[in-house]
């Protein structure tokens, strides 16, 4: 097969949208590879908080505007000294580097997988790059780089959701392998037939990728988000965010698409909508998701014409991809190390204002293609075939409808029934002291303690440093149990409970702020207890800082106070507090006594789970409980280690 710009085998030129087709579908698997290895990056990075914040914010900064130094070595190595701007040569060798250490970071381990994640992520930031200014520095290319980027969020999205979003590098094994080598060899192979393309110029505002990249990855691209954010099953909430991508990418290709009145409403409605997807709950986050997926199509389609070239030369192009990088990971930073270091605003202003930056790449007065929307040729009637390239989507979407359907109820643990199994553990939003997130280890060790509730804190719904994945919904999939889900941080960060039978009189406790830096809460429903009556079980998670003593122990009174006294009931989380600590005995007073300590369990040191070297968690009774046995776990599939105890009531 020739090259899509090369001539015919007769010697007449190619129609004017030979090639589109492809050129569409390479920026969309590039855009897919991309969200992958952002995702990826996350629980990459958090091996560095191990050694402090600003170590992680650093690593971060050098990794993604590292992408221009590897977009400028790419663009030298095929002669494209004079120019500057990307050949289908220049993309084909990024995507393949890219491929190579993708499927690399998914083999290796530990400090190597450090490593190699992070330069997948910065090769990927570059590629990204190249690939849509190839695209987009073409007659017409404007439209069909923001179409290839719209259809990549929508098939990342469909692909999270065929996985249980969890990706495939965290998977490993048979299926994480395959999908993987998938997704390289078909973008390779896209690069392959495009290596003939040449591009007459670079977009001005090659800079929109940036805050774009950073919205797709958090909200666009991520059904977990939608799912928390909105309170809907994450089936339903995804397969809206999917099909919203394929009405946009359907939209795009309306010729009259890019009016005025279109594209100023888009660059108005795109930071709205995200205000409103950020700072409100329910249907009305959902809405204003699908609202901002448009929008963000309509802007760039326009950010990205080249009526107007970029200034020539590699190391303009290098500073605009280190700029894409440095905007993507600004927005990332800022958001998620919040959390740690409070910007004194709710950070989700972070991403809005990323997402008006977006919105003034679409701002431009005349109607960006020749002179105006009545002058730009339609696209040629079988250009509507690019219609259907939604259709990966689409059938990964049904996948993930399948596998939803799949779950099996937990078995019945084969065991007294007038005993009861709590087990407690802080996840750490998934991620593994040895730089991995292990969902299936997680479920595993659950599942072999048969336990009939399960507290758990640290739980991820869609958080960039988990990897993106919705860890509630995926368990209590995997595990055949009930859920419940209480936010902390945010909608995506929070407890859990996972129960055998159905959670009952469920409440949300919020903590008082206290000291900070985070927003914490508690948990609480009632359960079938020993013999089928009633216990009550609360998931808590106290403020973390050394000097919080004060704001943990008013957490507890706020605790105290909310908690109803009706019965047996048990307490289970990440204290923060050492034993003869004033929480501890401020738990004392109030009656409740540790499983730990008065089922005479050894070794109790609960963190990090790698070296334990304090005690931090609790499982806590009261109410005519009693704990007849009580151990630690030995799994290290977070930075803290899982309690299990046997209650019996009194």
Same mark, same amino acid.
Do not use: C
């Given at each position: 097969?020739?090259?899509?710009?090369?001539?015919?085998?007769?010697?007449?030129?190619?129609?004017?949208?030979?090639?589109?087709?492809?050129?569409?579908?390479?920026?969309?698997?590039?855009?897919?590879?991309?969200?992958?290895?952002?995702?990826?990056?996350?629980?990459?990075?958090?091996?560095?908080? +191990?050694?402090?914040?600003?170590?992680?914010?650093? @690593? /971060? =900064?050098?990794?993604? *505007? #590292?992408? &221009? !130094?590897?977009? %400028? $070595?790419?663009?030298?190595?095929?002669?494209?000294?004079?120019?500057?701007?990307?050949?289908?040569?220049?993309?084909?060798?990024?995507?393949?580097?890219?491929?190579?250490?993708?499927?690399?970071?998914?083999?290796?381990?530990?400090?190597?997988?450090?490593?190699?994640?992070?330069?997948?992520?910065?090769?990927?930031?570059?590629?990204?790059?190249?690939?849509?200014?190839?695209? +987009?520095?073409?007659?017409?290319?404007?439209?069909? @780089? /923001? =179409?290839?980027?719209? *259809? #990549?969020? &929508? !098939?990342?999205? %469909? $692909?999270?959701?065929?996985?249980?979003?969890?990706?495939?590098?965290?998977?490993?094994?048979?299926?994480?392998?395959?999908?993987?080598?998938?997704?390289?060899?078909?973008?390779?192979?896209?690069?392959?037939?495009?290596?003939?393309?040449?591009?007459?110029?670079?977009?001005?505002?090659?800079?929109?990728?940036?805050?774009?990249?950073?919205?797709?990855?958090?909200?666009?691209?991520?059904?977990?988000?939608?799912?928390?954010?909105?309170?809907?099953?994450?089936?339903?909430? #995804?397969?809206?965010?999917?099909? %919203?991508?394929?009405?946009?990418?359907?939209?795009?290709?309306?010729?009259?698409?890019?009016?005025?009145?279109?594209?100023?409403?888009?660059?108005?409605?795109?930071?709205?909508?995200?205000?409103?997807?950020?700072?409100?709950?329910?249907?009305?986050?959902?809405?204003?998701?699908?609202?901002?997926?448009?929008?963000?199509?309509?802007?760039?389609?326009?950010?990205?014409?080249?009526?107007?070239?970029?200034?020539?030369?590699?190391?303009?192009?290098?500073?605009?991809?280190?700029?894409?990088?440095?905007?993507?990971?600004?927005?990332?930073?800022?958001?998620?190390?919040?959390?740690?270091?409070?910007?004194?605003?709710?950070?989700?202003?972070?991403?809005?204002?990323?997402?008006?930056?977006?919105?003034?790449?679409?701002?431009?007065?005349?109607?960006?293609?020749?002179?105006?929307?009545?002058?730009?040729?339609?696209?040629?009637?079988?250009?509507?075939?690019?219609?259907?390239?939604?259709?990966?989507?689409?059938?990964?979407?049904?996948?993930?409808?399948?596998?939803?359907?799949?779950?099996?109820?937990?078995?019945?643990?084969?065991?007294?029934?007038?005993?009861?199994?709590?087990?407690?553990?802080?996840?750490?939003?998934?991620?593994?002291?040895?730089?991995?997130?292990?969902?299936?280890?997680?479920?595993?060790?659950?599942?072999?303690?048969?336990?009939?509730?399960?507290?758990?804190?640290?739980?991820?719904?869609?958080?960039?440093?988990?990897?993106?994945?919705?860890?509630?919904?995926?368990?209590?999939?995997?595990?055949?149990?009930?859920?419940?889900?209480?936010?902390?941080?945010?909608?995506?960060?929070?407890?859990?409970?996972?129960?055998?039978?159905?959670?009952?009189?469920?409440?949300?406790?919020?903590?008082?702020?206290?000291?900070?830096?985070?927003?914490?809460?508690?948990?609480?429903?009632?359960?079938?207890?020993?013999?089928?009556?009633?216990?009550?079980?609360?998931?808590?998670?106290?403020?973390?800082?050394?000097?919080?003593?004060?704001?943990?122990?008013?957490?507890?009174?706020?605790?105290?106070?909310?908690?109803?006294?009706?019965?047996?009931?048990?307490?289970?989380?990440?204290?923060?507090?050492?034993?003869?600590?004033?929480?501890?005995?401020?738990?004392?007073?109030?009656?409740?006594?540790?499983?730990?300590?008065?089922?005479?369990?050894?070794?109790?040191?609960?963190?990090?789970?790698?070296?334990?070297?304090?005690?931090?968690?609790?499982?806590?009774?009261?109410?005519?409980?009693?704990?007849?046995?009580?151990?630690?776990?030995?799994?290290?599939?977070?930075?803290?280690?899982?309690?299990?105890?046997?209650?019996?009531?009194?």
């Amino acid at each position: 097969m020739p090259p899509a710009s090369a001539p015919s085998p007769a010697g007449s030129p190619l129609p004017p949208d030979a090639g589109t087709a492809t050129r569409v579908s390479l920026v969309a698997l590039v855009t897919v590879l991309a969200v992958d290895a952002v995702r990826a990056a996350g629980p990459v990075l958090d091996r560095a908080f +191990a050694v402090s914040t600003v170590a992680v914010a650093g @690593a /971060a =900064l050098v990794t993604f *505007l #590292g992408a &221009g !130094l590897l977009a %400028a $070595l790419a663009l030298v190595g095929t002669g494209r000294r004079g120019s500057g701007t990307a050949s289908g040569r220049t993309v084909l060798v990024a995507v393949t580097v890219l491929g190579a250490s993708r499927l690399v970071t998914q083999v290796v381990h530990d400090g190597s997988r450090f490593v190699a994640g992070l330069l997948t992520a910065s090769l990927a930031v570059a590629a990204l790059v190249l690939a849509t200014t190839l695209v +987009a520095g073409r007659a017409g290319g404007g439209r069909q @780089a /923001a =179409l290839g980027l719209t *259809l #990549g969020t &929508g !098939l990342s999205a %469909a $692909l999270q959701l065929a996985l249980g979003t969890w990706d495939p590098l965290w998977r490993g094994g048979v299926l994480g392998s395959v999908v993987a080598v998938a997704l390289v060899l078909v973008a390779v192979a896209l690069a392959w037939v495009a290596r003939g393309e040449q591009a007459t110029g670079r977009p001005r505002r090659t800079w929109v990728l940036g805050p774009a990249l950073a919205l797709v990855v958090m909200v666009l691209g991520n059904p977990a988000f939608a799912a928390a954010q909105s309170h809907l099953p994450l089936m339903a909430a #995804g397969t809206a965010t999917v099909l %919203a991508s394929a009405l946009t990418a359907w939209l795009l290709l309306v010729p009259r698409i890019m009016a005025r009145p279109v594209r100023w409403a888009a660059a108005v409605l795109l930071p709205v909508a995200t205000a409103v997807a950020f700072l409100s709950t329910g249907v009305a986050a959902l809405v204003a998701i699908l609202v901002a997926e448009a929008a963000a199509g309509v802007v760039l389609t326009v950010a990205l014409k080249t009526r107007r070239p970029a200034p020539p030369g590699i190391p303009r192009t290098a500073l605009a991809t280190g700029g894409v990088g440095l905007g993507l990971v600004v927005v990332l930073l800022l958001y998620l190390l919040d959390y740690d270091v409070p910007l004194g605003v709710d950070n989700a202003w972070v991403v809005v204002l990323a997402a008006a930056l977006l919105a003034t790449g679409g701002l431009r007065w005349r109607t960006p293609a020749s002179a105006d929307a009545a002058r730009e040729p339609a696209p040629p009637l079988r250009a509507n075939a690019l219609r259907f390239l939604v259709l990966p989507s689409v059938a990964l979407l049904l996948v993930g409808w399948v596998s939803a359907t799949l779950a099996a109820p937990a078995p019945a643990a084969d065991r007294d029934p007038d005993s009861f199994v709590v087990l407690d553990w802080n996840l750490h939003y998934g991620v593994a002291a040895h730089t991995a997130v292990d969902l299936e280890q997680i479920a595993r060790t659950i599942e072999a303690q048969g336990p009939d509730v399960v507290a758990l804190q640290e739980v991820s719904r869609g958080w960039v440093l988990g990897g993106g994945a919705d860890m509630l919904t995926w368990l209590g999939h995997r595990l055949g149990m009930h859920v419940a889900f209480a936010p902390a941080a945010d909608q995506q960060f929070g407890n859990a409970l996972l129960s055998r039978t159905e959670l009952t009189d469920v409440e949300v406790v919020a903590l008082p702020y206290g000291a900070g830096p985070q927003d914490r809460s508690a948990l609480t429903a009632r359960v079938a207890g020993p013999g089928g009556a009633p216990v009550r079980v609360t998931s808590v998670h106290l403020q973390h800082r050394d000097e919080n003593v004060g704001t943990r122990l008013d957490q507890l009174a706020a605790l105290e106070a909310a908690l109803p006294d009706d019965g047996p009931s048990v307490l289970a989380g990440d204290l923060n507090a050492e034993p003869g600590s004033a929480e501890v005995g401020a738990l004392a007073d109030a009656g409740w006594v540790s499983a730990m300590d008065t089922a005479g369990a050894e070794d109790v040191l609960t963190h990090p789970s790698n070296e334990p070297a304090v005690r931090i968690d609790w499982v806590l009774g009261r109410g005519g409980v009693r704990f007849a046995e009580a151990r630690v776990l030995a799994d290290d599939s977070s930075d803290h280690l899982a309690l299990v105890t046997e209650v019996r009531a009194g």
